[in-house]
C-alpha cells in the first residue's frame, strides 16, 4: 500500500503561513523603504498615498500570518513541554527506588530496592498505580533469597544473581544437544547435584519459558503484582563466574514534587 501524504494542503498551508507572511512583511518593509528613497526629495504633501487599497491588504495579510505564528509557536512550546514532562514521568518509573515490599510472581521485592524496569505501555501520564512490569534488574537494600540462592542483587535478561556469600546452589541444568527430539534442552544435571559458589560471584540460571495465550494478550500489558510470569522456584542454576562484569542499574531518578506513584493495583499485595 502506497503511504499517503503526511500533510494535506490545508494543513501545509497553515504551517508555511508564518512563514510566508514573514517573507510578505519582508518584501513590504522593502518596498516601504524604496517608496522613502525614490519620494525623499518632495514635499510630504505632494508624495503619491502609499497606503493604497492593495498595500493594505497585503499589510493585513501579513500581519494575521505573523499572529498565527505566534499561535502555532506558543502551541509547539506546549507541547515540546507536555513530551519534556512525559519523558520526566516515565524516567521516573523506569529507575526508583521501591516504596514499598511489592509482590512480583514469586518473588517480595523489598521497600528500599533499587529498581530498573522499562514498561513500553506507560504512556508519561503524571501517575500510574505503582508497578514492576518490564523488571529489568534489581538491587536490594539487604541480602535477598532468590531460586534458593541469596543475592544482593538480580538481572533478568539474562538471568543471574549476585550472590550475597558463599553457598551450594541447586538445582543444576546443563544443555543436552540429545534432548529435545535432536534439537537439544536444558534438562538437570546429573553429575551436579549442586554448585559452590562463592560470594560476589554470578550465579547464571536458566528460565524456562512460561507458556501463556499470545493472541489474547497481544497489544495488552503483561501481567503484574503476583500474577507476573516471574517464577524463580523454576530456575536451575547452568554456572556461577565473576568475569562477565558487574549488575549495573541507573541512579534512581531525582525526586518530584508531584508523586508519580498511585494506588497499588488491586491484584497487588501491600
Known amino acids: 500500500m502506497i503511504p499517503g501524504p503526511l ?16 517573507a510578505l512583511g519582508a518584501g513590504l518593509l522593502l518596498y516601504r523603504l524604496r ?16 497606503w493604497r487599497a492593495g498595500v493594505a491588504a497585503l499589510s ?17 512550546w506546549q507541547i515540546q513541554q507536555t513530551l ?15 516504596p ?15 529498581i530498573d524496569r522499562y514498561d513500553p505501555f506507560d504512556n508519561g501520564e503524571p501517575q500510574r498505580p505503582l508497578s514492576l512490569r518490564g523488571l529489568r534488574a534489581v538491587r536490594f537494600p539487604h541480602p535477598v533469597q532468590v531460586a534458593g540462592a541469596w543475592a544482593t542483587a ?16 541447586r538445582p543444576v541444568a546443563h544443555f543436552d544437544r540429545q534432548a529435545g527430539d535432536g534439537y537439544g534442552a536444558w534438562v538437570p544435571d546429573p553429575a551436579r547435584p549442586h554448585l559452590d559458589c562463592k560470594q560476589g560471584e554470578y550465579a547464571w540460571f536458566h528460565r524456562p519459558l512460561i507458556d501463556y495465550d499470545i493472541e489474547a494478550e497481544f497489544g495488552q500489558p503483561e ?34 514534587a508531584t508523586p508519580v506513584w498511585g494506588a497499588l493495583l488491586p491484584n497487588a499485595t501491600p
Do not use: K
Request: hydrophobic letters at 40%; charged letters at 15%.
Open 7 to 22: 500533510f494535506s494542503w490545508p494543513q501545509l498551508l497553515l504551517l508555511l503561513a508564518p512563514w510566508l507572511a514573514a
Open 35 to 50: 517608496w522613502e528613497w525614490r519620494h525623499r526629495h518632495l514635499p510630504a504633501a505632494q508624495r503619491p498615498r502609499f
Open 60 to 76: 493585513v495579510l501579513a500581519t494575521v500570518g505573523c499572529l498565527w505564528g505566534l499561535v502555532l509557536a506558543q502551541h509547539i
Open 84 to 98: 519534556e514532562q512525559q519523558h520526566r514521568y516515565r524516567h521516573s518509573r523506569q529507575h526508583f527506588v521501591l
Open 100 to 114: 514499598q515490599d511489592f509482590q512480583y510472581g514469586e518473588l517480595r521485592i523489598p521497600q528500599g530496592s533499587l
Open 154 to 169: 538480580m538481572e533478568t535478561n539474562p538471568t543471574r544473581l549476585e550472590l550475597a556469600h558463599d553457598q551450594q546452589i
Open 223 to 256: 501481567p503484574d503484582g503476583p500474577a507476573a510470569r516471574f517464577r524463580p522456584s523454576q530456575w536451575a542454576v547452568t554456572h556461577c563466574e565473576s568475569s562477565w562484569g558487574p549488575i549495573e542499574l541507573q541512579p534512581a531518578a531525582p525526586a518530584d
